[in-house]
């Protein structure tokens, strides 16, 4: 930190990669430095940013020539001496670690908005950012520019929080929202996203739940001070939702949605964290959420029902979050203060196959022959799954039953379907869907 | 401050008032403790309690004597030495003024959640503050439990806000959901919402839109980073939307909210602030804030739209923002830190005579004979006011005509509707209600 005046402190920013977000920071800060100046007595000076090609023009406005700015050393960058806060915007796990590492080890604070590399070893770098009294934020990590992290450790961190549920990957839930609104079929929607922009060329990372899982390992570890990874969170994806599941979740009062669920399901340390497509009813309002937008729904003893809503991607939107962390990281720095993290012991994550507070919506496919039905409300019974309703839709030879059952035991439904697998009659299990519980 | 050992620091609460808010903000801490003490190695005491009745049996769980704990002298409590912090809870303006300016004086950091108080005295306690260089927090001042002022403040500060649309006021949007889902009338919605103890016996702040006024200038405040006070606010309020203006609106594809507007009118200390009825169109995330619910839609240059949403007012949501609140000056008083305000410069406000850019619904009843409508258009042209859409509705030997304009400038739309009272065909002039933009 360099004091050109009384009243003014310049703090020097590297940045560690400057691709879509790099950019989009750079020139955010440029545009605002004077403003941020004015109310907060912070000049912020991109002093440096590691590139891999330097041959490219990205064409950032910057203070300082160019050349003296871009170098290929992100070490260098990360442990500079004329870097007083590190930007890390490279993705991937292993370097980023390096980097970051190396920076909270000399004394910088740093901000990230790398999801991967949080949801596998978030634990190891806040413990090293505590060690080290240097702030380590990362609010473009989760959800984009929506503020989620900053009131999670903050505004929240002495309520109750009972559960979150999120919509926190955009992508499947452009795919969802077009399949619900457009009546078209998965492989032609998420067609379509790729067309825009909106999925990648393979769409596995989010129409699997890979992506939301992360987000939801952070989420979690944040909202209730516990150590969770992302393996530690059970994921099902889109790809086999069909056009008549969301027909039929329409005709119910429904909207299928890809929705993350962390909750406390007893002591302190004890979760459960996961991601599957869910039955959300039409008067909540997660299910208003359209388009690639994101929300978080934060059910909290004290302060009741909350959302945060925004876009959950894109260049600028991520950017404004890693802007917001960066101000905070340069006006912790200027006071020789930090945001602290607490202990985060491991989590005692639930199994999935331990709920057992849901109801499910079960697709059956039968042969249209008497006392099928029977037979098949027989192994619900004796399962101890009570049916709250069933519908009843003839196809040629075969019918399609679609059951909401009552609050029910994860491995109780399981054991239902395997029995009803076996039946001569029962030609095959569709969807098998959760419903958001109130 | 205390130490007890050397990871947890005692940190002593007084609290000034215990009414409802004091009440669930003395269980909450009581209740929270443990995990806040662990999770952030600071430990909430609460030692005094200044209240205006001592005979009166507040079921607070304590861990000191009630006798030590309570007593009628709140400003011996506000500059106690056995108070670190002070929560003010008592609402009116001049003593809680009083006691507030005492204890930053003191140097004792305050939070309150009193908006009449901020929205008339902010900037020169906001100020003493600074020059104490102590915290004064106020996220329940607005909206509750939603965290807005913590994002506005730290999140955002750097984002380039374009606006802020606000469902602010619990009771009105209540009385608006009633008569929209219902179709009930005003009268009928208002004395149910008073039976239930949404609305107040004199529902005048209410209804009028000055508690939304006062919460408006407070988010220009914080949004803007200029001084705007309560008498700035143009307000109207929504005791003279009838049946058939909410049966046009749903018709037309909106929905009719009491929207709080603060927006960036030209250069930085210019912003426009206002609270009035609204027509909002139902594909806008604020359409679906049903009930008592509030939300905050955000407008950003750079992260785009945001809403945070949630319980507006109520006890335990009130105290679940004083209780992040308490934790935030914890912990910044345990690292001699403090959140900083900038310059607040007393802003440039707008007239709402000086708006330009608005669309309009309006309601002219005139008499039904030949002719009416191309005077009625006439005078419309005249004052390049230019219509979107018209609708005509007979009545007897009335018509209602039911416009929607173009933008068009609010003094050309005033000089509109002064010209057509004056003519003999119009009757009456009914509802001037402007629609949300995008």
């Keep these: 930190m360099t004091d050109q005046d009384a009243s003014v402190t310049t ?22 430095r004077d403003e941020i100046a ?18 490219v023009d990205r064409g950032i406005e910057l203070a300082h020539p160019a050349a003296e700015v871009f170098t290929g050393d992100a070490m260098a960058v990360a442990v500079a001496d004329d870097v007083d806060v590190v930007i890390e915007l490279i993705g991937g796990v292993d370097l980023p670690r390096t980097l970051i590492s190396a920076a909270l080890d000399a004394g910088k604070p740093v901000v990230t908005g790398n999801k991967a590399l949080l949801a596998d070893h978030g634990a190891e770098l806040f413990a090293k950012a505590e060690a080290n009294r240097v702030d380590l934020l990362f609010e473009a990590a989760v959800a984009a520019g929506i503020p989620l992290m900053r009131p999670l450790r903050e505004s929240l961190l002495g ?3 009972r559960r979150v549920l999120g919509i926190i990957n955009g992508t499947t839930n452009f795919i969802l929202t077009k399949m619900t609104e457009e009546g078209a079929s998965y492989d032609e929607t998420l067609a379509e996203a790729q067309a825009l922009g909106y999925a990648e060329a393979d769409p596995t990372a989010d129409v699997e739940g890979f992506d939301a899982g992360a987000k939801a390992a952070i989420i979690a570890t944040i909202a209730f001070g516990v150590e969770v990874v992302a393996d530690d969170v059970h994921h099902e994806g889109i790809s086999t939702i069909t056009a008549s599941d969301i ?7 429904h909207v299928i949605k890809l929705i993350a669920t962390a909750e406390r399901v007893g002591e302190a340390d004890e979760v459960a964290v996961r991601v599957h497509p869910t039955l959300v009813p039409l008067d909540h309002p997660l299910a208003a959420v359209r388009d690639s937008f994101n929300a978080v729904f934060i059910e ?8 945060l809503y925004g876009r959950g991607a894109g260049g600028d939107p991520t950017a404004s979050a890693v802007l917001g962390d960066l101000i905070d990281a340069a006006s912790n720095l200027r006071s020789s203060s930090y945001a602290r993290f607490g202990p985060l012991p491991r989590a005692s994550v639930q199994a999935i196959e331990q709920l057992i507070d849901t109801c499910y919506s079960l697709t059956i496919l039968v042969t249209d022959e008497p006392g099928v039905l029977s ?8 399962h101890n799954v009570s ?3 069933m519908e009843q839709e003839g196809l040629d030879d075969e019918a399609r039953l679609i059951f909401i059952t009552h609050q029910a035991a994860e491995r109780d439904v399981r054991e239902t379907l395997a029995e009803l697998k076996a039946l001569d009659s029962v030609r095959d299990i569709g969807s098998v869907l959760r419903v958001v519980s109130s």
Excluded: W
Aim: proline content about 1%; charged content about 25%.
């Design 11 to 32: 703090v020097r920013v590297g940045l560690l990669g400057c691709g879509t977000v790099g950019t989009s920071i750079a020139n955010l800060i440029h545009r605002q």
């Design 38 to 55: 004015t109310r907060t007595g912070i000049r912020l000076d991109v002093t440096r940013i590691a590139v891999r090609d330097l041959s």
């Design 300 to 307: 909290g003893g004290a302060v009741g029902e909350l959302m």
């Design 375 to 382: 037979k098949v409300a027989d192994a619900f019974g004796r």
């Design 247 to 253: 027909e039929y979740a329409t005709r119910s009062g």
């Design 159 to 161: 309520e109750p929080i």
């Design 387 to 389: 049916i709250r309703s």
